[in-house]
C-alpha cells in the first residue's frame, strides 16, 4: 500500500496546494477519516486516500462530481491555487 508512508506534513502540504488546511494534528493512517477545511471556510471529513488518490475535495464546493450545478467555479478557482493554474477566464 504505496500511501502508508503518508505523513502529517504530506497532508498538510497537499491541502496548502488546494488552498486550504489540514485540521487533523496526526496522521492516524491513509484510509482514516481526517479533519479538512478549504479555501472557502467549509469544513468537512475524508480519508487522504480519498483526497490524494481518489482527486475529491471539499464537498460543499464540489457536490458531486455528476453534478457540477452546484459548483461555483469563478469563486472555487480564486482560493485553490492548482485550479487557478489553469483557469481561463
Ligand atoms: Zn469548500
Known sequence: MPFDDLSLTDLTEFAKSRG?????????GPNEPHRWRCGRNHEFQASP?????GGYWCYVCFPSVSD?????YDEI???????HQF???
Open 20 to 28: 486550504g488546511a489540514c485540521l487533523s494534528t496526526e496522521f492516524s
Open 49 to 53: 486516500v480519498l483526497l490524494i488518490h
Open 68 to 72: 457540477q450545478s452546484g459548483w461555483d
Open 77 to 83: 478557482v480564486l482560493t485553490d491555487p492548482l485550479l
Open 87 to 89: 483557469h481561463r477566464a
